[in-house]
């Protein structure tokens, strides 16, 4: 059986499954992105592209319905969610639509002789994008969006789990005009995957997903001098000093981790709290991660559904039970039904234990209690990830010191789900090495040419 299959998480039936590329038509994917770059992109204007940018996210608009109900089926993202994802990639798709001049632009330098001189951003050539399940429009809208506004073109391997959206995200791409080429979504294997990556007519790669895929993917990215994007993991802190309403604290914190069932790099999955707001905290956090609802992704209501598959649902299941193996508490949750797995809190984990140092992706939080500031940036930064972090406090001094000593990519202050168009995403460490999202994004695949005029 084909590895590209639909497989309904909630249920387990296999829904469909997509035939895995010939060796044939890797060639075929190849040659038409890289003609696609000649012949089509290095000949067009960034209006022209950006028009056609635009009718892609008026596409995600006009088929809403029919794209959300493809990734509840694919990997078991409630309803409200994925219409919720469709959304959001439809307003990435439109900001570079609105700001392809803008990123495209020549950007003077003031020189100290005499004459001109600029940076001017042309493209690359073909890219290929190894994108994951867990947000199937989104991760690709942020890759192909930006990188479609400066001129490249895309090769589009998705998760292997993902191949209807895969398929009506390339035919959005097609149906707003752009050329065959210029958009190309493949069912490649691994070993294909690698092929694209070593042909000198692929310009760069960019991989959002595990450690493990990142490295590598990075690795034979390296040995053919390929510019690699990495968007990986994360084990975000969640860290709360003070604050003036402890119900809107713990509602924001709920409402991020349980984001997708859990399973989002970025969301928090440490909760750092301050021993005099500790008990406190704890109680409403494990009260309201009971009150989850969890259920048919279909059904209106239910606020987190399965795990994205069931081989999700036992890894997230062997990590609980490694970590009350090793002393961690189980305050709530642990038990798997299938794919579906109990909103879960643990609590005396400490360093030593496989868990503090794993990212749990799931609806699991672990919970620390710390005596000062100092502890809780400690704790923050004792992982090798370093994607996002939210720290909620009432002092605004506190507040800039602990965004100046937090390692990571990203730092939201007294507030969550703040993701934004135009807010670049990323992380250090073991996080990644790239930014998506923002002006940032259409910088990472260009090249930065020098151009200097002597004065007449």
């Not at 307003?91 to 570079?96: G, K, L, Q, S």
């Not at 008990?279 to 606020?303: H, L, N, Q, R, W």
Request: with cysteine; proline share 4%; hydrophobic share 45%.
């Amino acid at each position: 059986m084909s590895a590209y299959a639909v497989v309904n998480p909630a249920t387990g039936e296999t829904l469909a499954t997509y035939p895995t590329m010939t060796d044939a038509e890797v060639e075929v994917a190849l040659a038409k992105a890289d003609g696609a770059h000649s012949d089509w992109a290095r000949k067009t204007t960034p209006a022209e592209r950006a028009a056609l940018i635009r009718k892609v996210a008026e596409l995600h608009r006009e088929r809403r319905d029919e794209l959300a109900a493809i990734i509840v089926r694919e990997m078991g993202k409630p309803l409200s969610h994925a219409l919720g994802e469709v959304d959001f990639a439809a307003d990435i798709t439109e900001f570079y639509a609105d700001n392809a001049e803008k990123v495209t632009a020549d950007q003077p330098i003031e020189i100290l002789g005499e004459g001109t001189a600029v940076i001017r951003r042309s493209s690359l050539g073909a890219l290929l994008g190894i994108m994951p399940w867990n947000f199937p429009y989104y991760q690709v809208a942020r890759f192909a969006a930006p990188n479609l506004a400066v001129g490249n073109t895309i090769i589009l391997k998705h998760a292997p789990q993902c191949p209807e959206s895969a398929a009506a995200i390339e035919q959005m791409y097609l149906d707003a005009g752009f050329p065959e080429g210029a958009y190309v979504n493949v069912y490649a294997t691994n070993e294909q995957a690698a092929t694209f990556i070593a042909d000198p007519r692929v310009q760069g790669v960019s991989v959002t997903g595990s450690e493990r895929a990142g490295s590598a993917v990075a690795s034979l990215a390296g040995q053919h001098l390929k510019k690699v994007a990495l968007e990986l993991g994360g084990s975000d802190p969640f860290i709360v000093m003070s604050t003036d309403d402890m119900d809107t604290v713990v509602a924001g914190a709920i409402e991020a981790r349980m984001d997708n069932s859990g399973q989002s790099c970025n969301a928090p999955k440490r909760f750092i709290i301050l021993d005099s707001l500790y008990d406190e905290f704890a109680e409403k956090f494990i009260a309201a991660t009971k009150a989850t609802v969890m259920g048919d992704p279909f059904a209106e209501g239910s606020e987190i559904g399965p795990l994205s598959s069931l081989l999700a649902a036992e890894r997230l299941e062997a990590q609980i039970d490694k970590a009350v193996e090793q002393g961690a508490t189980l305050v709530t949750g642990g038990k798997r039904t299938g794919a579906f797995f109990e909103p879960t809190v643990l609590t005396d984990v400490v360093k030593g234990m496989d868990v503090y140092k794993e990212e749990l992706f799931g609806p699991a939080s672990t919970l620390y209690k710390v005596s000062s500031e100092e502890e809780a940036l400690a704790l923050a930064n004792d992982t090798g990830y370093g994607l996002g972090s939210y720290v909620f406090t009432t002092d605004a001094e506190q507040a800039e010191r602990m965004a100046n000593g937090i390692d990571a990519g990203m730092v939201y202050v007294n507030c969550v789900l703040a993701d934004s168009p135009e807010l670049p995403f990323g992380g250090v460490k073991r996080s990644g090495t790239s930014r998506e999202m923002g002006l940032l994004a259409a910088d990472e695949f260009v090249n930065k040419k020098l151009v200097r005029v002597a004065a007449e």
